[in-house]
C-alpha cells in the first residue's frame, strides 16, 4: 500500500510540472508543420502514424510522461544555458536534454533502420521536442526550472511564470488550436519560410536565450494582467510560427 501511495504521490508532482507548450501550443506546431510539408514527405509520415495529423502527435511526450516506462526521458524536454554562455554539453542532464536528444533523433530517423513503433516514438519526440525548443523558459538558466519556481498571479490566479508562457495566455485569446495555427500561417511568405528553416540549430537556442530577458520582465508586485499579456502574446505567436516552419523543414528532410 505504501509503495502505492508514493507511486501516486509521484505521478501527481510529475503531472502538476510544466513541460513546454500546453496542449494547444503544441498542436498550433504541428498542425503549421503539416502545412508546409512537401507531398513525399506527408505519404511517408501517413504510413508511419496513420491518421493521426502532426498536431495531434505532438502530445504525445507529454502524455506519457506519468507511464514509468518512460522516465528517462523526463529531461528531454528542456536544457540549460546559462548567462554569458553558449551551449555546453557537459552541464545537461546526465539522461539527455531537448537540443541533444532533437539532434540524435533527426539522424536516427535519416539513417537508421527503426522498428515501426521506434519510428513512431522517435517521430512524436521529434515533434514535440522542436516544439519546446521554441518556448524561451526551456532553454533555462538552471537558476529557477525554466520559471517554474517563480511565483506569480495572473488575472488574479495563482501560477508560475512557466505556466503563464505554456498555457495561459494561449488560453486566454479562447481559440481553438487550427484557428490559431490558420491565423498564424497566413502571415507567411517563403521567404520566411526560406529563412527561418535556413537557420542553424544552435540559433535557436540564442533566439530563447535573446528572448529571457522579456519574459522575466515583471513587476515587482509579480501580478500579470493585460499589460503582460499584450506584449507577451505577439511573442508567443512569432514563436509557435517558427517552431512549425522549422519542423516542417526538419521532416521535409527526412521523408520529403
Not at 2 to 12: M, Q, T
Not at 167 to 188: F, P
Request: with cysteine; proline share 2%; net charge neutral.
Amino acid at each position: 500500500m505504501k509503495r502505492l501511495f508514493f507511486a501516486f504521490v509521484l505521478c501527481a508532482l510529475v503531472n502538476t510540472q510544466s513541460f513546454g507548450w500546453g496542449k494547444t501550443g503544441h498542436r498550433v506546431v504541428g498542425q503549421i508543420a503539416e502545412w508546409h510539408l512537401s507531398k513525399k514527405a506527408q505519404r511517408n509520415i501517413a504510413a508511419i502514424l496513420g491518421q493521426e495529423s502532426l498536431g495531434m502527435a505532438a502530445n504525445w511526450m507529454d502524455e506519457v510522461r506519468s507511464d514509468r516506462a518512460y522516465d528517462y526521458a523526463y529531461t528531454w524536454h528542456f536544457l540549460t544555458v546559462r548567462e554569458g554562455k553558449g551551449y555546453e554539453p557537459e552541464i545537461q542532464e546526465e539522461d539527455g536534454d531537448a537540443y541533444a536528444v532533437m539532434l540524435r533523433l533527426i539522424d536516427e530517423l535519416k539513417n537508421k533502420p527503426l522498428s515501426l513503433t521506434k519510428r513512431q516514438e522517435n517521430l512524436k519526440m521529434l515533434i514535440h521536442i522542436v516544439g519546446d525548443l521554441h518556448q524561451p523558459l526551456h532553454v533555462g538558466t538552471g537558476e529557477d526550472k525554466g520559471g517554474n519556481e517563480v511565483e506569480v498571479t495572473y488575472f488574479g490566479q495563482k501560477t508560475n511564470l512557466h505556466t503563464v508562457w505554456d498555457t495561459k495566455v494561449i488560453d486566454r485569446q479562447k481559440l481553438s488550436y487550427t484557428e490559431l495555427a490558420d491565423h498564424l500561417n497566413r502571415q507567411t511568405d517563403k521567404e520566411m519560410v526560406k529563412a527561418l528553416q535556413n537557420a542553424p540549430y544552435a540559433d535557436w537556442l540564442k533566439e530563447a536565450v535573446n528572448l529571457r530577458g522579456s519574459v522575466y520582465d515583471l513587476p515587482a508586485s509579480k501580478r500579470l494582467s493585460y499589460e503582460y499579456d499584450y506584449v507577451t502574446f505577439p511573442v508567443i505567436e512569432k514563436r509557435l510560427l517558427a517552431g512549425g516552419i522549422r519542423l516542417a523543414g526538419i521532416l521535409n528532410e527526412i521523408y520529403g
